[in-house]
């Protein structure tokens, strides 16, 4: 990657981090890598899941890429909605965390993952990636930023890989455990999900509140130059 890519790289990274802990898709591959088709069904619900986030990533890059001369003010306003946004998402996950010791609970969609089928857990893991409103915002800003430096066309590909690969880092993780350690990763898979569950909207709330003032604080100065 140039000098300007590796710039947007590293802008993105954070967002991607924000994107590799959300709790459900690794609590979602975790239970598919628990079930009875873990050697089938979890590198397929990986895969749906690289594939709907860099399906949405190369939608909003592509947004961008076509707006032309004004693609630095809307990226600006992209990063400061997508930052609002995230500000908005911390402070509702922080009122609903779970208290006195609580879990999280898991939505009964979920909860059924460990039967799936190849076929249903790479949709169910493309819905994840895709259009889940978290990713949408963090690829939103992802790129904001991309398009902030004016990378365009090839020059944004790298960093838009970047922030896949990343995002999807824990998810690819917790598949590649268990297809390398088979049922020996499964005591440490469960650990885990059980942290991810009971912890995930503190989680949340805090990787959201950082990222949501990075991205705002981005957007508005770059309206205000």
Same mark, same amino acid.
């Given at each position: 990657?140039?000098?300007?890519?590796?710039?947007?790289?590293?802008?993105? =990274?954070?967002?991607?981090?924000?994107?590799? /802990?959300?709790?459900? !898709?690794?609590?979602?591959? #975790?239970?598919? =890598?628990?079930?009875?088709?873990?050697?089938?069904?979890?590198?397929?619900?990986?895969?749906?899941?690289?594939?709907?986030?860099?399906?949405?990533?190369?939608? %909003?890059?592509?947004?961008?890429?076509? %707006?032309?001369?004004?693609?630095?003010? /809307?990226?600006? /306003? #992209?990063?400061?909605?997508?930052?609002?946004? =995230?500000?908005?998402?911390?402070?509702?996950?922080?009122?609903?965390?779970?208290?006195?010791?609580?879990?999280? !609970?898991?939505?009964?969609?979920?909860?059924?993952?460990?039967?799936?089928?190849?076929?249903?857990?790479?949709?169910?893991?493309? %819905?994840?990636?895709?259009?889940?409103?978290?990713? #949408?915002?963090?690829?939103?800003?992802?790129?904001?930023?991309?398009?902030?430096?004016?990378?365009?066309?090839?020059?944004?590909?790298? !960093?838009?890989?970047?922030?896949? /690969?990343?995002?999807?880092?824990?998810?690819?993780?917790?598949?590649?455990?268990?297809?390398?350690?088979?049922? %020996?990763?499964?005591?440490?898979?469960?650990?885990?999900?059980?942290?991810?569950?009971?912890?995930? !909207?503190?989680?949340?709330?805090?990787?959201?509140?950082?990222?949501?003032?990075?991205?705002?604080?981005?957007?508005?100065?770059?309206?205000?130059?």
């Amino acid at each position: 990657m140039t000098g300007g890519a590796l710039d947007a790289a590293a802008l993105v =990274l954070p967002l991607a981090m924000g994107v590799a /802990l959300s709790p459900f !898709p690794v609590v979602g591959a #975790i239970l598919v =890598l628990s079930g009875p088709r873990a050697t089938t069904a979890g590198p397929a619900f990986a895969a749906g899941f690289v594939a709907g986030l860099a399906a949405l990533t190369a939608l %909003a890059v592509a947004l961008l890429d076509g %707006a032309g001369q004004s693609a630095g003010p /809307l990226a600006n /306003l #992209i990063r400061l909605g997508a930052g609002l946004g =995230l500000l908005a998402a911390a402070a509702a996950k922080w009122r609903g965390r779970p208290r006195g010791g609580a879990a999280a !609970p898991v939505p009964g969609w979920m909860a059924a993952l460990g039967e799936a089928r190849p076929l249903r857990a790479f949709g169910i893991g493309a %819905a994840l990636g895709g259009i889940n409103p978290k990713n #949408i915002a963090f690829a939103a800003g992802a790129a904001g930023s991309i398009a902030g430096l004016g990378l365009t066309g090839r020059g944004a590909a790298g !960093p838009a890989l970047a922030f896949v /690969l990343l995002g999807s880092a824990s998810v690819l993780a917790a598949t590649a455990a268990r297809l390398v350690a088979g049922k %020996a990763a499964t005591r440490g898979l469960d650990a885990a999900r059980a942290f991810m569950i009971e912890n995930g !909207p503190v989680i949340l709330a805090v990787v959201f509140s950082i990222l949501g003032v990075k991205l705002a604080g981005e957007g508005l100065a770059g309206l205000l130059q």
